[in-house]
């Protein structure tokens, strides 16, 4: 498979069981083992984790076993030909984190989550990552009153220099979200993730990981959110997928819903040349209604879709759209893109 210099990268959550607020498993559940056998089979290269994507049971092991089990995880992944792209701590399900992990009200949930973070930094450490991705979840409210915005940031950033501090090799890069599960989150959008990086002690090792459906749930164009984030060198991870409209954060597989606009996000990533800078994260789910055994094609066909754009982005025709922007023609700059990913 032609890749044009691009990785790709998924994480174990993105095969899963199809459970959801309403109803069950659909799928029977597949071990981590059986879920890493399918990366190289679907030409992925690396593998997103969370802390205890990893580790299980993380906040019941101890310092040796963590850096141990992370070993050995590493082992296994070169032997298959993957490595690691990120580590991420999930800080949203534990009776702690209810109300916030980093911005609680409640001093010993932000104990645990500064704790649960240094885990998580020697679980990436070990298994050869400097990429840390935050994505807030808990971190906002249901009920505004209940905390400071201003606060929030000041402990988010407390948060950050903990991590920064503790080991001087990592890169933090936030993930923003605009709502789900909180109603409102603090981080929203790329602005406000690399505003953030730029108040703690490190800002040069603080960037961003952009979702598609993360910056439209936030009513604004994926490919502008990643432009932003590189205009600043902060764009270090993307997590592509696709959202049909303002509803709960459907992942659904990249350009899936909006072809044009996936197609905008090939277009300025491949011009800026992120092949160079990163690993392109796929972000997806299978629909619900999808049999086990055809599980994983939100994966290949999201691989696919993404490979067929960069092949649109690098043929289409630069001097007939120069002369368009030139003449402020945009109707025909219009014409000429819709032809194209049409392939007329
Ligand atoms: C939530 C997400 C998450 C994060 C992942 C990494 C399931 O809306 O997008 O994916 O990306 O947890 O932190
Ligand atoms: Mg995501």
Redesign the pocket.
């Known amino acids: 498979m032609e890749k044009f210099g691009y990785r790709f990268s998924f ?1 174990p ?1 993105n095969i899963h069981e199809g459970a959801d607020p309403f109803g069950p498993a659909v799928r029977p559940s597949r071990s981590f083992d059986n879920k890493l056998d399918a990366y190289k089979r679907l030409g992925f290269d690396a593998v ?1 984790f ?1 802390d205890d994507d990893a580790v299980p049971d993380l906040d019941n092991k101890n310092h040796a076993q963590i850096v141990g089990e992370s070993r050995a995880l590493r082992t296994r992944l070169e032997e298959m030909g993957l490595r690691a792209e990120f580590v ?1 701590p ?1 800080l949203w399900e534990h009776p702690l984190t209810i109300d916030g992990a980093y911005t609680s009200n409640d001093p010993q949930a932000r104990a645990y989550a500064r704790e649960r973070s240094h885990k998580m930094i020697d679980i990436a450490d070990a298994l050869g990552t400097d990429l840390i ?3 807030l ?1 808990r971190e906002g409210t249901y009920l505004r009153e209940s905390k400071d915005a201003a606060r929030a940031v000041d402990l988010l950033v407390e948060a950050m220099d903990d991590m920064l501090a503790y080991h001087p090799g990592i890169r933090l890069a936030v ?1 923003p ?1 605009p709502n ?1 599960p909180m109603d409102i989150a603090y981080l929203p959008t790329a602005g406000h993730a690399i505003a953030i990086g730029f108040k703690t002690r490190a800002p040069e090792r603080c960037g961003l ?1 952009v ?1 598609s ?2 910056a439209i749930l936030a009513g604004l164009d994926p490919a502008d959110e990643m432009g932003f984030g590189l205009a600043y060198d902060k764009l270090w991870s993307v ?1 592509l997928n696709d959202q049909n409209g303002l509803k709960y ?1 459907q ?1 659904r597989a990249f350009g899936s819903i909006n072809l044009r606009r996936a197609f905008d996000q090939v277009l300025i990533l491949d011009d800026h040349r992120f092949y160079e800078r990163g690993v392109v994260g796929l ?1 997806v789910k299978a629909l619900r209604t999808q049999k086990a055994e055809v599980a994983e094609k939100h994966l290949s066909n999201s691989l696919q879709t993404f490979l067929w754009l960069v092949e649109r982005a690098r043929s289409l025709d630069r001097k007939a759209m120069q002369s368009c922007i030139e003449a402020r023609d945009y109707e025909e700059l219009d014409r000429l893109i819709l032809a194209h990913l049409m392939g007329r």
């Open positions: 994480g959550w997103q969370h991420a999930r991705v935050l994505w979840a993930e979200k789900e990981l979702e459906a993360h997590h954060d992942d972000d």
